[in-house]
């Protein structure tokens, strides 16, 4: 039987492995992509949901705020439905029940978890 070297005896190094528990909550700011571009408004699916554009490996934990920085609307990202690598859908409670008030193409900021 071979023998087994000791593990003390043996440099280990660091692997990265993958979380599946969603990353973290973005922070306070604009909000940014994998790639360092702006998360931009694309759709108002419904008074629930909002379609942005963003790659992301990793869904973002939530819930999070988000406010419009043409709008200044305001609304809590409460579940990430679909990540389809370049499109988020989320789920969202709006502070204002009208998301027509958020306008497609505006750039989004995070304001806290």
Do not use: C, K, Y
């Amino acid at each position: 039987m071979p023998r087994l070297t000791s593990i003390t005896s043996q440099q280990l190094t660091a692997v990265a492995t993958p979380r599946d528990d969603g990353g973290s909550a973005p922070g306070p700011g604009s909000w940014q992509d994998d790639n360092g571009n702006n998360v931009v408004l694309s759709s108002i699916v419904s008074p629930t949901a909002l379609q942005v554009t963003g790659v992301f490996a990793i869904d973002p934990l939530v819930p999070f705020i988000i406010q419009g920085t043409s709008t200044s609307q305001i609304a809590t990202v409460t579940n990430i439905s679909a990540n389809t690598g370049t499109v988020l859908e989320l789920d969202i409670s709006n502070f204002n029940p009208d998301p027509q008030v958020f306008a497609a193409g505006e750039s989004l900021n995070i304001l806290g978890s």
